[in-house]
């Protein structure tokens, strides 16, 4: 079964290092986007903006920089570089279709995990700089 150690920790490892390259990414142009864009952000906030209105132009490029690297892998498997789980396979005798699906099968989880933890990752980073009465709190992103 796949949850056996010999299985679980693999793909968990591949899942998790993904991903974790994702929300790294994600927050780091979110926090970015919101500094440099702080005069538009509180020109929209002051105007009678909510706070989703002021921050969503930065979420997005946060949540598209986050995605970039999956994307990128997932553009050129097979065809430029061949990853370690399929190679491994072929070479202790798998069918190379049957190693290619498992890959399939792979990606689409690394993919699925890096979008739903860069989103979640972005948007708690925006619930932790803007109030809820729609305040962006700059002073959090300002290092002490």
């Known amino acids: 079964p796949w949850y056996e150690p010999q299985y ?3 793909i968990l490892g591949m899942i ?3 991903t974790l390259t994702g929300v790294s990414l994600g927050i780091e142009r979110m926090t970015q986007e919101l ?3 702080r005069n538009t952000i509180e020109m929209i906030l002051a105007l009678g903006g909510s706070r989703w ?3 969503q132009e930065a979420i997005r490029q946060a949540v598209r920089a986050g995605m970039i690297p999956t994307l990128n ?3 050129v498997v097979g065809i430029v570089s061949l990853p370690g789980m399929m190679t491994g396979q072929v070479l202790a005798g798998e069918s190379p279709v049957d190693a ?3 890959q ?3 990606m689409f989880l690394i993919a699925a995990s890096s979008a739903l933890g860069t989103v979640g990752a972005v948007l708690l980073t925006y619930r932790r700089l803007f109030s809820s009465s729609h305040r962006f709190l700059r002073d959090r992103l300002e290092e002490r």
Request: zero cysteines; hydrophobic letters at 50%.
């Open 100 to 102: 290619v699906r498992y």
């Open 73 to 75: 892998q997932m553009t």
């Open 53 to 55: 209105e002021a921050a």
């Open 35 to 37: 500094t440099s864009g």
């Open 16 to 18: 998790l290092g993904n």
């Open 104 to 106: 399939i099968v792979i």
């Open 8 to 10: 679980a920790i693999p």
